[in-house]
């Protein structure tokens, strides 16, 4: 973070950006085994549902910050408010007490990630840039070709890799198959709302950037509200009780603000979709990574989770891909016309995550 505070240009800017994603991916997964590992088993959905709890507040709290601190100084105060917070986190974790864990070696697969960092590049850039290629042009359909070829790669690697990426001996767990489906709709749809709306806002209502961001506060606001409910009734209930209604309820509500939203600001229908967005997160978000988690020792927690939020993260580039693929392609056709069609990418990959949500068999 404090190579991106002072980074002197936007691709030294990237790069450090590059940087931290890979030090989030190493500490999301070791986040959440550790509260699982500590919330007890019988408590994985409760327990993911406070730690769900902490990132909606921290996802409720961080725009009114950061945008006071960006229109008082600059953008680089995002990245250096990180820096203390960064610090903070250390400290906590620092501890005198020996591990009692059992310390294996273990090498990172770089072939693999090789192939999956590229495969995914390959698939992702021909969806952005469908506008000015075309999506049947040579060049995507080159690099669509060459996505397939590297992806089927990893996988067939990955049968015989313990260290792969995909960590295919999970997925014998039905469980775990469908979360891993899920995460990857779900990816799509919740990433995909919040540049959607915000366009929207932006680019149609001619809202402010503030304005449109405090708006959208009340989607974490929501989720903050529900996690740890949902969570309760997971380990209690199993997790259908809790997926299928925050899914049809995230659904419906983003399918009525497409079928009436207009070029008229109209909070009567935006405001129940960002906090039916709240509720579909609090039920979905959580659910999947403790249902990545259940049915895996404790070894495997981590490796688990981290397939289950890969996963989350590549259906999140996807979601931000279509957006802008559906919004640029669609612009000759009018600009409202073309933001009101990104909206309706929400219902139809929340009924798709919907959809095998109803395979899931009760914990």
């Known amino acids: 973070m404090i190579l991106s505070t002072f980074a002197p240009s936007i691709w030294l800017l990237i790069a450090t950006r590059g940087l931290a994603a890979v030090s989030q991916a190493l500490m999301g997964p070791a986040a959440v085994a550790l509260v699982i590992r500590h919330g007890g088993r019988g408590k994985e959905s409760e327990s993911i549902g406070r730690w769900g709890f902490y990132t909606a507040v921290a996802g409720f709290i961080a725009p009114l910050i950061v945008t006071q601190l960006i229109s008082i100084f600059s953008w680089r105060s995002l990245f250096g408010l990180q820096v203390p917070l960064g610090l903070l986190v250390l400290y906590c974790l620092w501890t005198d007490d020996p591990p009692n864990e059992d310390n294996r ?11 999956t960092i590229a495969g995914l590049s390959c698939l992702i850039l021909p969806i952005v840039k469908s506008n000015s290629w075309g999506f049947t042009s040579r060049r995507s359909l080159l690099l669509f070709v060459i996505s397939i070829a590297l992806l089927s790669l990893l996988v067939r690697k990955s049968f015989n890799s313990d260290t792969s990426p995909l960590q295919i001996h999970l997925f014998s767990n039905t469980n775990f198959s469908l979360a891993c489906g899920m995460s990857l709709f779900a990816g799509i749809a919740f990433y995909a709302h919040w540049l959607a709306v915000l366009l929207f806002m932006v680019e149609i209502w001619e809202f402010s950037i503030v304005k449109s961001g405090l708006l959208l506060t009340l989607m974490p606001a929501s989720m903050s509200f529900f996690s740890v409910w949902f969570g309760k009734i997971a380990d209690f209930k199993g997790f259908r009780p809790v997926v299928i209604p925050g899914l049809v309820a995230y659904s419906s509500l983003f399918l009525l603000m497409w079928i009436f939203i207009s070029e008229e600001p109209g909070m009567p229908i935006t405001i129940p979709a960002l906090i039916g967005s709240g509720i579909g997160m609090a039920s ?33 580039a996807l979601g931000i891909a279509i957006v802008l693929a559906v919004t640029s392609s669609l612009s000759d056709s009018g600009n409202f016309y073309a933001h009101r069609s990104a909206i309706l990418i929400m219902p139809i990959a929340g009924a798709l995550t919907l959809f095998l949500a109803l395979f899931l068999k009760d914990s």
């Open 105 to 115: 070696f273990f090498q990172v697969d770089r072939l693999g990630s090789i192939l």
């Open 284 to 316: 979905v978000w959580p659910t999947l990574t403790s249902i990545g988690a259940s049915g895996t020792d404790d070894i495997s927690i981590g490796s688990a989770t981290s397939v289950v939020h890969t996963i989350q993260r590549i259906g999140g």
